[in-house]
């Protein structure tokens, strides 16, 4: 099994950065992609990005593009989401997650994590 832990998670007011990190444990090897994605309260589960552990290959919702950067240190296991600019509408529980394809539908991931809250203040 994969064991994913996500820190960074906190209060930031509108236009600040937080950089969320994404620890994998167990048999990583079997999952090639690793993505992130949120939910706010009412909301649907929404894809934020991927990448492959190599980085290679990444994906970005377009609400994030620009302003989110995922990279990933395959030494460390982690996965990091760098987010820049940040608005209220990123206010969101944030999850990683683990899975064999690089994907954008959530139900392609077969770990998560307990997800960390970012709450953005106006």
């Known amino acids: 099994q994969v064991r994913l832990v996500e820190s960074g998670g906190g209060l930031v007011q509108a236009g600040g950065s937080l950089r969320l990190s994404c620890e994998a444990s167990g048999r990583t090897f079997s999952s090639a992609a690793m993505g992130w994605f949120r939910q706010a309260p009412g909301n649907e589960r929404e894809f934020v990005a991927v990448?492959?552990?190599?980085?290679?290959?990444?994906l970005y919702a377009d609400s994030v593009k620009g302003r989110f950067t995922i990279s990933t240190d395959k030494a460390k296991n982690t996965v990091y989401l760098q987010m820049s600019s940040l608005k209220p509408d990123d206010t969101a529980v944030y999850y990683c997650?683990?899975?064999?394809?690089?994907?954008?539908?959530?139900?392609?991931?077969?770990?998560w994590g307990q997800g960390t809250q970012v709450t953005v203040s106006s």
């Open positions: 997650a683990a899975g064999g394809y690089v994907s954008r539908q959530y139900e392609r991931y077969d770990y």
């Open positions: 990448s492959t552990w190599s980085g290679l290959t990444t």
